[in-house]
Every structure is written in C-alpha cells, then in structure tokens.
C-alpha cells in the first residue's frame, strides 16, 4: 500500500489550494483518513480529519471555516480545500490512514508529504 500526497504549492496570501491523499495497492478499504502539517521549528499538529463514512470531519481550531476535508471512495482519495490561505499555513502537509487490511487487521500510513508556501 501507497499513500501520495500531492496539491501544494506556492499561493499568495488570500489564495487557495486543493491537497489530496490518494492510496493505491492492494487493501479492504480506506478508514479514518487525516491532514496534519509542520512548519519548521514546529511540532507537527492535526489539521482536520475524516472517518470512512465520510461523516462528522473535524478540524484544528486555527483552520475552522478555511479548510475542508472531504473524501472520495471510490477514487480512494480524500482531498483537503484550502481557502483564505495566510502565511501562517505555511508548512509540509502529510496525509495519514488508517487502511483496513486484506487480512482483517487495520495498519497506519504515512503520506510523503506536501510542501504549501503561502507568501504574503
């Protein structure tokens, strides 16, 4: 199983951007999928994230009202809108899944990473 993260970009201030997440391979199926970034010097902190249903997404307080998670099943991708974008999104965006196995079980992973550079 692969997880690619891809969308970022430079973008000025007030600009948008759209991420997404798109796993490929072999597995049941894509469960709790979540957008995190860090910037540098920063811990890495949750952005918002979505269950396999595709109800109730939730976001980190500093994104609420700018971003929206939605999801894609049957391209296997969850995507990440980003309006209002300020410098202080800057960051490398990651992707994470919870991907329920062929095997019954359920495994983390991690996309690469997205570079988003917001000038002001």
């Known amino acids: 199983v692969q997880l690619q993260a891809y969308g970022g970009g430079l973008v000025q201030a007030g600009g948008s951007l759209r991420l997404a997440c798109v796993a490929s391979?072999?597995?049941?199926?894509?469960?709790?999928v979540s957008w995190y970034r860090q910037a540098p010097g920063e811990q890495r902190e949750l952005v918002a994230g979505?269950?396999?249903?595709?109800?109730?997404?939730n976001y980190g307080d500093s994104v609420k009202g700018r971003f929206t998670i939605s999801r894609d099943n049957t391209e296997n991708a969850v995507y990440l809108r980003m309006n209002s974008l300020q410098p202080e999104d800057t960051a490398v965006y990651y992707c994470?899944?919870?991907?329920?196995?062929?095997?019954?079980?359920?495994?983390?992973?991690w996309g690469q990473g997205t570079q988003v550079t917001v000038s002001s």
């Open positions: 994470n899944a919870n991907i329920g196995t062929l095997t019954g079980g359920s495994q983390v992973y």
């Open positions: 391979g072999s597995f049941f199926r894509i469960n709790t």
């Open positions: 979505i269950f396999g249903s595709g109800n109730s997404p």
